[in-house]
């Protein structure tokens, strides 16, 4: 259904999912959105420029960015870097969102977070409550997050639920000041509020490519970057994404049931698009009829229905919790339960439809039934006389050359006026396989077959979670014993480093290579930063000439990777890894010894090392050559 | 105007004085900013202004009152200036509407003097707005006698400045109805408390059973329909009825500007335009009201009731005492016929 049409423009109780997020948006008085359009960027486009958003009197500033490249949220963030659109905190909040909640508190709690400590607190994750059975959850967004009570700081988050148990390191509950709470009643809602510092570091780890990999990286690297995540539980009011035929379902239904007032369709929400013009009315039992729609005689519509603008019903029809869209036609002695009939439908006499979704321009003719969890994607024909198994989807390929689309089609499953393929899983699951997949028992199934090409729209994404969890398993099979990898990863970071010296490479960039490395060989934070300090000392060994010029082409070295050296230097711990490095080397080598108080001098006016490190070294001598111990300690005072 | 319809439709004012107060003072900006040449000029002005805040937030029915009081204002000033008296535009009765043979005022010869005595009629009309709950309160120790005990439901600011107004001079119970989903009750009740005033909180459903003790049922309204029918807050018919049954008085405080031209019938079934139906979220968690079990029940969280007149004893405004039965008079003094339909 995607391929003709992007996710974020699904109508969803007969609007645009877009629209609803812009409103939400506006409603929390954003004063400018910027939105990534990528796949079939130019409907998102051509929408906005059409709707109230880019009139003079929107409330909010809409800059529509497209690009076609961006296939990741990772991709978008790096873009925002380049272009950096950001000075101060910002909102990331995905296209498909339905949301009333008031964003006040947590940004008000975000700000005096960031108040108090300049960089640590890095971003603020909008989680919604849900039960266990709620209908919102489904498989792929599960959650398990473990987090401090008090400060509402994200220890550790975990996602999907593949295996029965989750993993959670040691180390969160071995710090005393925590009070650790671990929950499961959480929806991630996609919505965080950003540092300016967020768009940086997607640039710096090229690798992220979507929010999972982000928080998981920040979370690991937590005690050398430093950075800190933390979350805001939206309480009482409403929050769902649209990611899946299930969530849409659910949430379209949520909509007629008025959970995301004042976001109903009843709703002024003044376009001045001819196609919504005018207003629902509202009756029993959720009813919204449009003023401009016609029933005929003896026609039943019960609860929880949308009847949309210039929509026709024929006579003895029963409509029970279904949506219509606009402009549609459905003739006599239909039966329709469940169903989201998109705009210009045609359905002949006698048809009957249950819990199904039927895109745009679908024609279908006489006495078509549709068993439960049906798909008909746009354009597609069906009937007379024919019954659809329960969990058919037929499509029809829209780019394909003539020859192809006169290809036979199966008379026998659409009729013989039909027009229209039934998709088929490759390897040939059964249906309820394909049934659950689409209506999201598991919806890891749905997004590898039928969303290969899946919208990328903006700031959103849903299917690169795919393509990373392939990469990582990738990752896993090569992993070598960590032996090996720590020589192979001083000996690259030692040649980098060297090599950035000779030709004068620019600092970041040597970060950027080292970082590579680092993911590359699955290194820990002290790995790094011991090997960055012992390789910078060897380079200047090497490069010596006498004994005499040690010092001065050793500071010369370490002047040049200062920053560098400031990027590892966030927490205490790495800074002492730097001065245990350092003495290990001295032992083995005398000129370095000799020299090891000037050393010690340059890290620190350079802010590589600050005081009370050093004095906490000098008293706890537990390093690695203790012969030599005494020699700096003697030198240092 | 755009952000002042966005602030309509975002629900960002308190109570309807407040939203009458900020509709006029729009209505006034709009007369000194906008350039026009006559009085019918600003009144398709006022019209098509009043109709777009209407339409944004179609069950307030305040804004409407405002829009159609100002356009009478303009029509008396215009014909006071034209030096005739104001009975001809106000067609006062059926018997000078037969009989009168004047011609129609066509309201198109410019005049230079209109603006200021309009807007000088617009300050006054605002000072009258701004002094009506001190008036209606004033008439506070004519109805409240000593030992007497007093029901009210929800929080009415025009309820509470009459309340303790009574309190000075007098010695009294009040007993509030918490108003269930909402809760305003107890809002009410600490305020009232606060003041020394004797006050116990009832649930919703206690108001039966509460009502043999009560002397007088005093309640604030959303809006007057113009049967005399009320738009309250939800579950003041249930009061109102349990009032009846009991041969309780039931008073309903309401400034003027509440007071409204349309009738209940006129409505027709159609509930959004009637009543509000918010989110379910304050009668039931979306915590436990998202659940499958759940997803087949409705829940409904309707914000007004409708009250008949038959049950109003008697509403009192800033002018003083009526009965319902009096409003359709009181109505065509406020607004003009031709302004019913904007």
Known sequence: MSATQPRC????????????????????????????????????????????????????????????????????????????????????????????????????????????????????????????????????????????????????????????????????????????????????????????????????????????????????????LGNQIHMHVIDSQYCAR??????????????????????????????????????????????????????????????????????????????????????????????????????????????????????????????????????????????????LQRGTTIYLQMNNDEESIKKSFDVGEVGNEGQGYVWKTEDNDDINDL??????????????????????????????????????????????????????????????LLGGFEEKIDCDNLILEINSSKYAYNMSVKDVVQTVMRASLEIADLRKTSDKDFFPCLKSILLYLTPLLCKYNKSSSSQLDYLYTLEEFASQHEQTANVMVKILMFLYENDVVCEEVILHWNSNPKGLAGDLFAQPIRKKV | MEQFLLDLKREKYNGSYDLAYKTINHLRKIITQTRWANANELMAIIREAGKRMVSAQPSEYVIGN??????????????????????????????????????????????????????????????????????????????????????????????????????????????????????????????????????TVVTDSAVFAMMSRVNKVIIGTHSVLANGGLKAVNGAHMVALAARQHAVPVIVLGAMFKLCLLHHSALGGNEASFNRLSSPQEVMDHYEGGTEILSDVQIYCPTFDYVPPELVTLFISNIGGNAPSYMYRLLSELYHPDDHEL
Not at chain 1, 438 to 458: A, K, R
């Open chain 1, 9 to 224: 423009l699904f109508p969803l109780a007969n609007r645009p999912l877009l629209s609803y997020t812009l409103e939400f948006l506006a409603s929390c008085e954003v004063k400018h959105v910027y939105v990534y359009c990528c796949h079939l960027a130019g409907q998102v486009k051509d929408y906005l420029s059409k709707s109230k958003w880019m009139k003079e009197s929107s409330p909010c500033k809409v800059t529509p960015i497209v690009s076609a490249d961006f296939t990741s949220l990772g991709d978008v963030m790096r873009d925002v870097d380049q272009k950096s659109l950001f000075e101060s905190d910002f909102l990331v909040v995905p296209g498909d969102i339905v949301s009333n909640v008031q964003l006040k508190i947590p940004l008000e709690e975000h700000r005096i977070r960031r108040e108090k400590d300049k960089n640590v607190p890095l971003m603020t994750l909008l989680m919604s409550k849900s039960s266990p059975k709620h209908r919102l959850r489904s498989q792929e967004d599960t959650v398990v997050i473990a987090s401090d009570s008090i400060t509402k700081r994200v220890l550790h988050y975990h996602k999907g639920c593949e295996q029965k148990k989750v993993m959670f390191p040691m180390s969160i509950f071995e710090n005393p000041l925590h009070k650790v709470e671990i929950r499961y009643d959480l929806i991630d809602s996609g919505i965080w509020i950003c540092a300016p510092q967020v768009p940086t570091l997607f640039t710096d780890n090229f690798d992220y490519q979507t929010q999972l990999d982000f928080v998981k990286g920040i979370l690991i690297n937590e005690e050398f």
């Open chain 1, 242 to 387: 649209v990611n899946n035929l299930h969530t849409f379902d659910v949430v379209s239904k949520n909509v007629v049931s008025r959970w995301t007032y004042p976001f109903v369709p009843d709703f002024c929400y003044d376009d001045l698009d001819s196609k919504s013009e005018g207003r629902y009315t509202l009756l029993r039992h959720n009813v919204y009829i449009h003023q401009d729609c016609s029933l005929e005689h003896d026609t039943v519509v019960r609860d929880n229905c949308i009847i949309g603008p210039k929509t026709r019903i024929g006579n003895r029809c029963q409509i029970t919790n279904s949506v219509i869209g606009a402009g549609c036609k459905i003739a006599d002695d239909c039966c329709i339960d469940n169903c989201y009939i998109w705009d210009n439908v045609e359905i002949g006499n006698c048809c009957t439809l249950n819990k199904s979704v039927i895109c745009n321009n679908v024609h279908m003719l006489e006495k078509v039934t549709l068993e439960a969890h049906c798909a008909l994607c746009e354009k597609v024909k069906i009937g007379p006389n024919c019954t």
């Open chain 1, 435 to 496: 049934e659950q997949a689409f209506w999201g028992m598991s919806l890891q199934d749905y997004h590898n077959t039928v969303s290969e090409s899946q919208i990328e729209e903006e700031e959103s994404d849903a299917d690169s979670d795919l393509l990373s969890d392939d990469e990582d398993d990738a990752e896993n099979l090569e992993l070598l014993t960590i032996d090996d990898d720590l020589t192979i990863f001083q000996r690259e970071v030692k040649e980098s």
């Open chain 2, 66 to 199: 405002m829009v159609r009081r100002v356009l009478k204002i303009i029509r008396e000033e215009y014909v006071r200036i034209q030096g005739e008296s104001e009975e001809s535009v106000n067609k006062g009765s059926l018997h000078k509407m037969v009989t009168s043979d004047q011609d129609f005022q066509d309201f198109n010869t410019p005049l230079k003097e209109l603006k200021t005595i309009v807007m000088e009629a617009v300050n006054e009309y605002i000072d009258e707005m701004e002094a009506s709950i001190h008036n209606i309160a004033a008439q506070a120790v004519e109805h409240i006698h000593s030992d007497e005990v007093i029901l009210t439901v929800g929080k009415s600011r025009t309820v509470e400045a009459f309340l303790k107004q009574a309190a000075k001079k007098r010695k009294f119970h009040v007993i509030v109805v918490e108003g269930a989903p909402l809760y305003h009750g107890h809002e009410l009740a600490k305020s009232l408390a606060s003041k020394k005033i004797e006050t």
